[in-house]
């Protein structure tokens, strides 16, 4: 297929085409993988961002809403999407004992691992 693109349209044809080309196959063959591993593991790609947010950070395994946003890369909108319908393992909003204005994202004790070996 890359070889007939300088035959159909040489202004774009070459090396960056044929990188980009690849790239994105390599993308989808990844994504599919992906993809079937979160299916086993009952996780949509956002759960998964936000479980291994909480486990990089080590016991206990939380993080403010605001700080979650920085290690996910979204805007607090985002993450209060994606955090708010967030139940695997018994993750949950809660407040701290300390102060009940503020509200912790947590994992609970049956969350899925990323060390979670594949069946088969």
Do not use: N
Request: negative net charge.
């Amino acid at each position: 297929m890359i070889a007939t693109w300088p035959d159909e349209l040489p202004e774009i044809a070459g090396l960056p085409l044929e990188l980009a080309k690849r790239a994105a196959r390599l993308t989808a063959l990844m994504d599919q993988s992906i993809d079937t591993e979160l299916e086993r593991l009952g996780l949509t790609r956002a759960e998964f961002d936000i479980v291994a947010t909480l486990r990089r950070q080590g016991a206990p395994y939380r993080l403010r809403p605001t700080d979650l946003s920085k290690g996910l890369l979204l805007s607090s909108g985002g993450t209060a999407t994606c955090s708010g319908a967030f139940r695997p393992g018994g993750a949950s909003a809660r407040a701290t004992a300390d102060a009940l204005r503020e509200v912790l994202i947590a994992l609970g004790d049956t969350a899925p691992h990323a060390s979670a070996a594949p069946d088969g």
